[in-house]
């Protein structure tokens, strides 16, 4: 009930493709929706979150595009850059208190130049 | 710096030994986590703190494994008598509670630990 899953493992996009990552959850409490990016040696860093009040959210080359029914979202790279190579966290807890977020396991994209 | 603070950035010990790794979050920020990253994997939830209340421990793989947390300051993880399987990068996140809430955790760089 708890578990993000987070697909695929890794991914390489050419420079000015699109990347996209999958994730599917089971919980149906949960109401928040982020996604992480952590560099080598850096802690993760919030990118992006949605809520399921709305089925996209766009905030400059990066979407989210939230299912509710299907219980999925994925993050959207467009024009992906080598700058962008990092790994990439989905998350879900529910918006009420926020006490716990459960991670998916990670996708580790790299853009080629 | 204004950001979350974690020391020692590396640490490797022997296995039975006991390690501290420590802690300090933004400023004002009341609530504080603890994970796990093992290589390639996710980010496994230890702990979390909350203010005044009990924490929440049902993270804690095992009895080994105790956190503390003074007031809403520094927070230490401690690790006994270390196995192997605890070799991983342990992450501390902090994050605003109250008023406008986003929800967003800003990490330390974590604390990487090495069992030999």
């Known amino acids: 009930q708890q578990q993000v899953k987070q697909s695929p493992q890794s991914l390489i996009v050419q420079k000015g493709g699109i990347s996209i990552i999958n994730c599917a959850y089971e919980n149906t409490a949960f109401d928040y929706f982020p996604w992480y ?46 700058g962008d190579s990092a790994t990439y966290f989905c998350a879900a807890s529910t918006a009420r208190g926020y006490s716990t977020l459960t991670f998916g396991k990670g996708t580790m994209l790299l853009v080629s130049p | 710096g204004a ?13 039975g030994k006991d390690v501290e790794l420590r802690c300090d979050p ?35 793989p095992s009895d080994r494994f105790s956190a503390e947390r003074t007031g809403e300051s520094v927070s230490t993880l401690t690790i006994q008598r270390t196995q192997q399987e605890d070799s991983a990068v342990y992450l501390c996140a902090s994050r605003k509670t109250g008023g406008y809430n986003t929800g967003e955790l800003f990490f330390g760089e974590g604390s990487r630990l090495t069992v030999l």
């Open chain 1, 37 to 82: 990016q952590q560099f080598p040696g850096k802690g993760p860093a919030l990118l992006i979150a949605i809520r399921p009040d709305v089925s996209e959210k766009k905030e400059g080359r990066f979407t989210i595009s939230f299912n509710k029914s299907a219980k999925q979202f994925s993050l959207h790279i467009m024009d992906s850059q080598p």
């Open chain 2, 3 to 15: 950001g979350v603070s974690q020391s020692p950035s590396n640490k490797v010990t022997e296995k």
């Open chain 2, 26 to 60: 933004i400023s004002g920020h009341t609530a504080l986590y603890w994970y796990r990253q093992r290589l390639g994997q996710g980010l496994e939830f230890l702990i979390y703190f909350q203010g005044n209340s009990a924490p929440d421990k049902s993270g804690l």
